[in-house]
């Protein structure tokens, strides 16, 4: 049941964030792609142990004071992964997290062009939004949009500075091939991670040890048919807390 489930939020995921995502191409200027970093594996006891130690640079509530910091963009490429990966073992993680501001933000976005009221109320949203999903990237792409919009571009450079440097952090974990998947620990993030390098997702297939195949449609001068997620963690999560879904 709970793969099932699983696959019903893929489903999900992929009308609304390629819906969301191509229309925030338009409105956000092209931005370049994360900086390259090594890759690295995802170990999570590791993680455990450091995001739990209360000494250590990259204890949990430390990285989320860092996070919400407006000015803040010394953290390095392991502690996004840490902060990233770290989530997983919080209290309040659940892999199938949806604000029940979301669709209040989408509903009026695909409305274009925007009244200044219109804004004010993705603006809200959207923030309530992440309040309750930091990790929602298709509620920090509207939010960026929005802010954009009403000309606070400082604060919709820190945004956009967060949201490259999430995508980063999933983008070290591997190379999204069958050997080397990228870690996610929510399956939006599958959809956003594929539509961030230009492709459509048009089949998904849960293969075996955790492992997600999305299929996308070809792009011209592009050889990728497809690519590989590691969604292990995050279902191992959601049958401990869900054993009954």
């Known amino acids: ?33 994360p900086s390259k970093f090594a890759i690295k594996k995802v170990d999570f006891e590791h993680v455990k142990e450091v995001t739990t130690n209360p000494k ?24 996004w992964r840490n902060f ?34 219109e804004c004010d109320t993705i603006e809200k949203y959207a923030e309530l939004s992440l309040n309750d999903n930091m990790f929602d990237m298709n509620q920090m792409n509207f939010y960026i949009y929005v802010l954009k919009e009403k000309k606070k571009h400082a604060r919709a450079a820190m945004w ?19 050997e080397e998947p990228w870690v996610v620990i929510t399956p939006e993030h599958e959809y956003n991670i594929i539509n961030f390098l230009g492709f459509v997702a048009i089949d998904h297939e849960t293969l075996d040890g955790g492992i997600d195949y999305i299929k996308v449609q070809p792009v011209a001068g592009k050889s990728a048919e497809g690519f590989y997620f590691d969604i292990s963690r995050m279902m191992q999560i959601a049958t401990l807390k869900f054993p009954d879904i």
């Open 1 to 33: 049941m709970i793969r099932l489930k699983h696959i019903l939020i893929l489903f999900i995921a992929v009308t609304t964030t390629v819906m969301g995502w191509a229309q925030a191409q338009k409105e956000v200027p092209e931005r370049n792609q």
């Open 160 to 178: 956009q500075y967060r949201l490259d440097r999430l995508i980063a952090a999933i983008m070290s974990s591997g190379k999204g091939t069958k």
């Open 56 to 79: 250590n640079a990259y204890y949990y509530p430390k990285l989320m004071k860092a996070y919400f910091s407006n000015n803040d963009t010394t953290l390095s490429i392991e502690a």
């Open 84 to 117: 990233y990966y770290g989530y997983t073992f919080q209290e309040d993680y659940n892999p199938f997290r949806e604000s029940i501001y979301s669709n209040k933000v989408e509903e009026l976005y695909y409305k274009q062009p925007h009244s200044r009221a």
